[in-house]
C-alpha cells in the first residue's frame, strides 16, 4: 500500500514537472513580432495600437509587439541598431534608403503571396520605395505629394480664373503678381524651397549625368539655367514671401500653410497633411499641380514611406505576415478610416471618405505623375552634389546675383560639385 | 611597477587595493564610455564606414580628402574659427561685466542673478526658436524697436553677412552662466586687500587693474577653456535656425560632422571631422596653458 501510494506520489511529481516544459512548448507556438512605428498625424498611437490589437486577435500565433518612437529621433535610432548587428526591430519603417541592405528580401514572399499584388500599389511608389538593386525590400506605406493650393476666396475677390492643371511656370509668376496687395500684407505666391524638385526636373534639369561621372553640362546645363532664371524672375517680381518670412512661421516647413491659412499667401506649394489643416481651418480652396513646362515631361515631388522586415529576424514568416497585413490593403484601409491616412493603393485610396471632393480628386492625379523621387533614390549621391546646387539657389533667393550671372555662377559650382560626386560615387556607388 | 608593489607594507598594499575597488565603478565607466569611443573612433577615421556595412580600410585617405579636397571642410573650419573670434572676447568681457555688476550689494540682487542665470539653463532648441522670433527681420521685437528709432534693421538670420554675428549674439545672452562662476571668483578676493589699497590712495580703477583682475586671472583661465571648447562646439542654433545658410555662412564645424555622419552616413569621414576638432581644441588649450605661466596668478604666489 506504502509502495503503492508512493509511486502514484512519484507520476504526480513527474507531471508536476512535465508542466512547465509544456507551458515552453505553448509558448514557442505563439511568435513575438517586435515593431517599430512612429506616430503621427496620418495614424496617431492610439489607432496603430488598434490595428494591432485587431491584427492580433485575428492571428493567435503571432503577437505583435507596438514600440512607438518619436519621430525626431526614428532615423538615429534605426541606423545604430541596425549598424550595430543586433536588437533591431522585426518589422519597422526602412524610410531612408542606405537602410536597405539590411531589409530583408521579399521578393520570393510577395510571390507566394495571393493576397499580395504588387500591381494593386500606385506604380511609382511601388517603384521607388519597394525596389532596390531589383529585390523587393519593403512595401510603401501612404502616400504624399507636393502640390499648390489656392485660396480660392482670394482669386474671386480679384477677378482671377482658377489656375488649370495644365498651367505653366508663366503663368505662376503672371497669376502670383496679379494676386499681390502690399496693402493687405498678401504675396501671391511662394517660392521652391530647394534645387531640383519637381520645377526643376519639369525644366529637364539634373544635377549629374545619369552614370554618374558627369556634373559638366548638367549642374549648368541651358534647362538648368532656364529653371533658375525663372526662380530669379520669381524673386525679382516681389510677390513672394522672402526666406525670412517663411522660415520665422515654423521650423518644420509650416511657414507657408500660415501664412496660407491666414490669408496672406493666395498660393502656396503645400501637401496633403496641409490639405487636411485647411478643411478643419475652414479654408476654400483648391488644388493644382505644381506648373509645367510645355512640351517637357511633368514630375511631382512625391513620398511614401517603405516598411520592411529586417535581414536579422529570427520570425520571418511571421515578420511578412505582420507586414502584409500593416501596409497590404486591410491595413491601410483601417488607418485610412480611423486616421488621416492616404493609402499606396489606389482601390483603398478610391474608397476615402472624401474621395468625390475636388480637391482629393486633384491630389489624386498628381500621385500619377511621375516623381523626382525615381531618379533620387537610383541615384544615391545626389544628396551630396546637391550641397552645390543649394549654394546657387541661395544665391539666386537672396538676390546676391544678377540675371546675367547664373550661368557663370552655376559653372563655378561644377568643380565643387564634380569633386563631391567623385567621392561619393567611391564611396556608395553610381 | 611589480618592484614597488613589492616594496608596499600589507597595510599599505590593502589600502591601495581598497582605493582601486573604490575607484572601479568610475574607472570601469571611463574605460567603456570615453576610452573605448576615443579609440574606437580613432580606427574608424581610418576607415569608410555606412553604418550599415562594415567598415572598410583605406588608410589616411579621409585625413588626405580633408585637407586636399574638400572645401566644405575648409568653410566649416572658417565659420567655426570666426565664431570663436568674435564670441569668445565678448563672452568673456560681457560676463565679468555682468558679475562685476551682481556683485554689488544692494537690496533683491539675489533676484537679478537668479534671472541672468535663466539663460544657462533653457534648452538650446528653445532659446534657438525664441532668438528666431526676437530678430525676424519684418514682425520681430529688435527690428520693431529699432525702427521705432528710426533704424532699419537687419534680415539677422536670413543675411549672409549678419547671419554670424546673430548666433554669437546668442550666444552672449547666455553670458549668465559665466557671470555666475566670476561671481564666485571674485567673492574670493579678500576684502581687506582693497581696504588696504583704498588707504594707500587707490581709486576704483586701479583696485580693479591692480586687485581685481590679477585675482580673478584663475577664474578667467578656467572660463576662457570652457567657454573656447564651448564655442567650437557650437551646433544646435546653426542646426535649428540656418541649417548653415545663407550661403554657408554658418556652417559651423559640428554642423558638417553631423551632416557626414548621420545625413550621409560617412562615418568614416565624420570620425576624422571629429579628432581633428580634437585636436584642434587640445592644441589651444595646451597653448593657453602654457601662457597661463604669464598672467594667471594664484592667491598661493
Request: proline share 6%; with cysteine.
Given at each position: 500500500?506504502?509502495?503503492?501510494?508512493?509511486?502514484?506520489?512519484?507520476?504526480?511529481?513527474?507531471?508536476?514537472?512535465?508542466?512547465?516544459?509544456g507551458a515552453v512548448t505553448l509558448a514557442q507556438d505563439v511568435v513575438t513580432i517586435e515593431w517599430w512605428t512612429v506616430s503621427s498625424e496620418e495614424y496617431s498611437e492610439e489607432v496603430q495600437r488598434a490595428l494591432v490589437d485587431q491584427f492580433n486577435a485575428e492571428h493567435p500565433n503571432i503577437q505583435v509587439n507596438i514600440t512607438v518612437l518619436p519621430e525626431s529621433g526614428f532615423t538615429e535610432r534605426m541606423t545604430a541598431t541596425l549598424g550595430a548587428g543586433s536588437g533591431a526591430p522585426d518589422v519597422a519603417f526602412f524610410w531612408d534608403n542606405n537602410w536597405f541592405p539590411q531589409a530583408l528580401d521579399l521578393t520570393?514572399?510577395?510571390?507566394?503571396?495571393?493576397?499580395?499584388?504588387?500591381?494593386?500599389?500606385?506604380?511609382?511608389?511601388?517603384?521607388?520605395?519597394?525596389?532596390w538593386q531589383d529585390k523587393i525590400v519593403g512595401l510603401p506605406l501612404g502616400v504624399g505629394a507636393n502640390f499648390v493650393m489656392y485660396n480660392k476666396d482670394v482669386f474671386d475677390e480679384m477677378g482671377v480664373a482658377y489656375p488649370s492643371p495644365d498651367w505653366t511656370t508663366e503663368d505662376y509668376i503672371a497669376t502670383a503678381t496679379t494676386l499681390t496687395d502690399p496693402d493687405k500684407r498678401r504675396w501671391g505666391g511662394d517660392r521652391p524651397r530647394g534645387p531640383f524638385r519637381a520645377i526643376w526636373r519639369n525644366y529637364g534639369a539634373f544635377p549629374y549625368s545619369d552614370d554618374s561621372t558627369t556634373v559638366e553640362g548638367y549642374l549648368n546645363s541651358d534647362a538648368s539655367v532656364a529653371a533658375y532664371t525663372w526662380l530669379w524672375d520669381l524673386v525679382a517680381s516681389n510677390v513672394t514671401p522672402t526666406p525670412a518670412d517663411i522660415e520665422i512661421l515654423g521650423t518644420e516647413g509650416t511657414g507657408p500653410i500660415d501664412l496660407f491659412l491666414a490669408g496672406r499667401l493666395a498660393m502656396a506649394t503645400l501637401n496633403q497633411g496641409h490639405v487636411l489643416t485647411a478643411?478643419?481651418?475652414?479654408?476654400?480652396?483648391?488644388?493644382?499641380?505644381?506648373?509645367?513646362?510645355?512640351?517637357?515631361?511633368?514630375?511631382?515631388?512625391?513620398?511614401?514611406?517603405?516598411?520592411?522586415?529586417?535581414?536579422?529576424?529570427?520570425?520571418?514568416?511571421e515578420a511578412y505576415e505582420w507586414l502584409s497585413y500593416w501596409v497590404g490593403p486591410e491595413g491601410q484601409q483601417f488607418l485610412m478610416q480611423n486616421g488621416h491616412l492616404f493609402p499606396s493603393i489606389p482601390a483603398v485610396l478610391e474608397t476615402h471618405p472624401d474621395a468625390d471632393k475636388d480637391y482629393?480628386?486633384?491630389?489624386f492625379a498628381v500621385l500619377e505623375q511621375r516623381q523626382v523621387a525615381e531618379w533620387v533614390n537610383a541615384h544615391p549621391?545626389?544628396?551630396?552634389?546637391?550641397?552645390?546646387?543649394?549654394?546657387?539657389?541661395?544665391?539666386?533667393?537672396?538676390?546676391?546675383?544678377?540675371?546675367?550671372?547664373?550661368?557663370?555662377?552655376?559653372d563655378s559650382l561644377v568643380e565643387p560639385a564634380q569633386q563631391a560626386l567623385d567621392e561619393c560615387v567611391a564611396r556608395l556607388g553610381a | 611597477m611589480l618592484a614597488s608593489w613589492r616594496r608596499l607594507s600589507p597595510m599599505a598594499r590593502r589600502e591601495a587595493l581598497e582605493a582601486y575597488l573604490a575607484l572601479s565603478p568610475w574607472l570601469l565607466g571611463f574605460t567603456?564610455?570615453?576610452?573605448?569611443?576615443?579609440?574606437?573612433?580613432?580606427?574608424?577615421?581610418?576607415?569608410?564606414?555606412?553604418?550599415?556595412?562594415?567598415?572598410?580600410?583605406?588608410?589616411?585617405?579621409?585625413?588626405?580628402?580633408m585637407f586636399t579636397r574638400d572645401p566644405l571642410f575648409w568653410q566649416a573650419l572658417k565659420v567655426t574659427g570666426s565664431f570663436v573670434l568674435i564670441s569668445l572676447p565678448l563672452k568673456l568681457v560681457l560676463g565679468l561685466a555682468l558679475a562685476l555688476l551682481l556683485n554689488n550689494r544692494l537690496p533683491g540682487m539675489n533676484f537679478f542673478r537668479t534671472v541672468f542665470y535663466i539663460p544657462a539653463v533653457i534648452s538650446g532648441v528653445a532659446v534657438s526658436l525664441m532668438w528666431?522670433?526676437?530678430?525676424?527681420?519684418?514682425?520681430?521685437?529688435?527690428?520693431?524697436?529699432?525702427?521705432?528709432?528710426?533704424?532699419?534693421?537687419?534680415?539677422?538670420?536670413?543675411?549672409?553677412?549678419?547671419?554670424?554675428?546673430?548666433?554669437?549674439?546668442?550666444?552672449?545672452?547666455?553670458?549668465?552662466?559665466?557671470?555666475?562662476i566670476y561671481l564666485a571668483g571674485l567673492q574670493n578676493i579678500p576684502a581687506q586687500l582693497y581696504e588696504a589699497?583704498?588707504?594707500?590712495?587707490?581709486?576704483?580703477?586701479?583696485?580693479?587693474?591692480?586687485?581685481?583682475?590679477?585675482?580673478?586671472?584663475?577664474t578667467i583661465f578656467f572660463q576662457l577653456i570652457i567657454e573656447m571648447i564651448d564655442s567650437f562646439k557650437v551646433f544646435t542654433e546653426a542646426f535649428v535656425i540656418t541649417q548653415g545658410g545663407p550661403l554657408k555662412s554658418t556652417y559651423f564645424y559640428m554642423l558638417y560632422f553631423y551632416e557626414e555622419a548621420f545625413r550621409n552616413f560617412n562615418m568614416g569621414y565624420a570620425s576624422a571631422l571629429a579628432l581633428f576638432l580634437t585636436l584642434i581644441i587640445l592644441a589651444t588649450t595646451i597653448f593657453i596653458n602654457y601662457t597661463s605661466k604669464r598672467w594667471v596668478y594664484y592667491e598661493s604666489e
Amino acid at each position: 500500500m506504502w509502495y503503492r501510494s508512493r509511486k502514484i506520489s512519484l507520476v504526480l511529481f513527474a507531471l508536476l514537472m512535465l508542466i512547465p516544459f509544456g507551458a515552453v512548448t505553448l509558448a514557442q507556438d505563439v511568435v513575438t513580432i517586435e515593431w517599430w512605428t512612429v506616430s503621427s498625424e496620418e495614424y496617431s498611437e492610439e489607432v496603430q495600437r488598434a490595428l494591432v490589437d485587431q491584427f492580433n486577435a485575428e492571428h493567435p500565433n503571432i503577437q505583435v509587439n507596438i514600440t512607438v518612437l518619436p519621430e525626431s529621433g526614428f532615423t538615429e535610432r534605426m541606423t545604430a541598431t541596425l549598424g550595430a548587428g543586433s536588437g533591431a526591430p522585426d518589422v519597422a519603417f526602412f524610410w531612408d534608403n542606405n537602410w536597405f541592405p539590411q531589409a530583408l528580401d521579399l521578393t520570393a514572399y510577395i510571390e507566394a503571396d495571393p493576397d499580395l499584388d504588387p500591381s494593386t500599389y500606385f506604380e511609382g511608389f511601388w517603384n521607388t520605395r519597394s525596389v532596390w538593386q531589383d529585390k523587393i525590400v519593403g512595401l510603401p506605406l501612404g502616400v504624399g505629394a507636393n502640390f499648390v493650393m489656392y485660396n480660392k476666396d482670394v482669386f474671386d475677390e480679384m477677378g482671377v480664373a482658377y489656375p488649370s492643371p495644365d498651367w505653366t511656370t508663366e503663368d505662376y509668376i503672371a497669376t502670383a503678381t496679379t494676386l499681390t496687395d502690399p496693402d493687405k500684407r498678401r504675396w501671391g505666391g511662394d517660392r521652391p524651397r530647394g534645387p531640383f524638385r519637381a520645377i526643376w526636373r519639369n525644366y529637364g534639369a539634373f544635377p549629374y549625368s545619369d552614370d554618374s561621372t558627369t556634373v559638366e553640362g548638367y549642374l549648368n546645363s541651358d534647362a538648368s539655367v532656364a529653371a533658375y532664371t525663372w526662380l530669379w524672375d520669381l524673386v525679382a517680381s516681389n510677390v513672394t514671401p522672402t526666406p525670412a518670412d517663411i522660415e520665422i512661421l515654423g521650423t518644420e516647413g509650416t511657414g507657408p500653410i500660415d501664412l496660407f491659412l491666414a490669408g496672406r499667401l493666395a498660393m502656396a506649394t503645400l501637401n496633403q497633411g496641409h490639405v487636411l489643416t485647411a478643411v478643419e481651418s475652414g479654408v476654400n480652396f483648391g488644388i493644382v499641380p505644381e506648373p509645367q513646362i510645355p512640351g517637357n515631361e511633368r514630375y511631382a515631388n512625391a513620398w511614401s514611406l517603405t516598411a520592411s522586415v529586417w535581414a536579422g529576424t529570427e520570425h520571418p514568416d511571421e515578420a511578412y505576415e505582420w507586414l502584409s497585413y500593416w501596409v497590404g490593403p486591410e491595413g491601410q484601409q483601417f488607418l485610412m478610416q480611423n486616421g488621416h491616412l492616404f493609402p499606396s493603393i489606389p482601390a483603398v485610396l478610391e474608397t476615402h471618405p472624401d474621395a468625390d471632393k475636388d480637391y482629393v480628386q486633384a491630389f489624386f492625379a498628381v500621385l500619377e505623375q511621375r516623381q523626382v523621387a525615381e531618379w533620387v533614390n537610383a541615384h544615391p549621391c545626389n544628396g551630396t552634389v546637391l550641397r552645390a546646387a543649394v549654394d546657387a539657389w541661395d544665391l539666386v533667393n537672396l538676390g546676391e546675383i544678377g540675371r546675367d550671372d547664373i550661368k557663370a555662377t552655376l559653372d563655378s559650382l561644377v568643380e565643387p560639385a564634380q569633386q563631391a560626386l567623385d567621392e561619393c560615387v567611391a564611396r556608395l556607388g553610381a | 611597477m611589480l618592484a614597488s608593489w613589492r616594496r608596499l607594507s600589507p597595510m599599505a598594499r590593502r589600502e591601495a587595493l581598497e582605493a582601486y575597488l573604490a575607484l572601479s565603478p568610475w574607472l570601469l565607466g571611463f574605460t567603456l564610455f570615453t576610452v573605448m569611443p576615443i579609440a574606437v573612433s580613432i580606427f574608424l577615421s581610418f576607415t569608410q564606414w555606412t553604418i550599415i556595412e562594415q567598415p572598410i580600410w583605406i588608410g589616411a585617405d579621409n585625413y588626405v580628402r580633408m585637407f586636399t579636397r574638400d572645401p566644405l571642410f575648409w568653410q566649416a573650419l572658417k565659420v567655426t574659427g570666426s565664431f570663436v573670434l568674435i564670441s569668445l572676447p565678448l563672452k568673456l568681457v560681457l560676463g565679468l561685466a555682468l558679475a562685476l555688476l551682481l556683485n554689488n550689494r544692494l537690496p533683491g540682487m539675489n533676484f537679478f542673478r537668479t534671472v541672468f542665470y535663466i539663460p544657462a539653463v533653457i534648452s538650446g532648441v528653445a532659446v534657438s526658436l525664441m532668438w528666431m522670433w526676437l530678430l525676424q527681420p519684418d514682425t520681430g521685437v529688435v527690428n520693431t524697436l529699432l525702427d521705432a528709432v528710426g533704424v532699419k534693421g537687419p534680415n539677422w538670420f536670413w543675411d549672409k553677412d549678419w547671419a554670424l554675428p546673430s548666433v554669437a549674439l546668442m550666444s552672449i545672452w547666455k553670458v549668465g552662466g559665466s557671470a555666475i562662476i566670476y561671481l564666485a571668483g571674485l567673492q574670493n578676493i579678500p576684502a581687506q586687500l582693497y581696504e588696504a589699497a583704498e588707504i594707500d590712495g587707490a581709486g576704483k580703477w586701479g583696485r580693479f587693474w591692480r586687485i581685481t583682475i590679477p585675482l580673478l586671472t584663475p577664474t578667467i583661465f578656467f572660463q576662457l577653456i570652457i567657454e573656447m571648447i564651448d564655442s567650437f562646439k557650437v551646433f544646435t542654433e546653426a542646426f535649428v535656425i540656418t541649417q548653415g545658410g545663407p550661403l554657408k555662412s554658418t556652417y559651423f564645424y559640428m554642423l558638417y560632422f553631423y551632416e557626414e555622419a548621420f545625413r550621409n552616413f560617412n562615418m568614416g569621414y565624420a570620425s576624422a571631422l571629429a579628432l581633428f576638432l580634437t585636436l584642434i581644441i587640445l592644441a589651444t588649450t595646451i597653448f593657453i596653458n602654457y601662457t597661463s605661466k604669464r598672467w594667471v596668478y594664484y592667491e598661493s604666489e
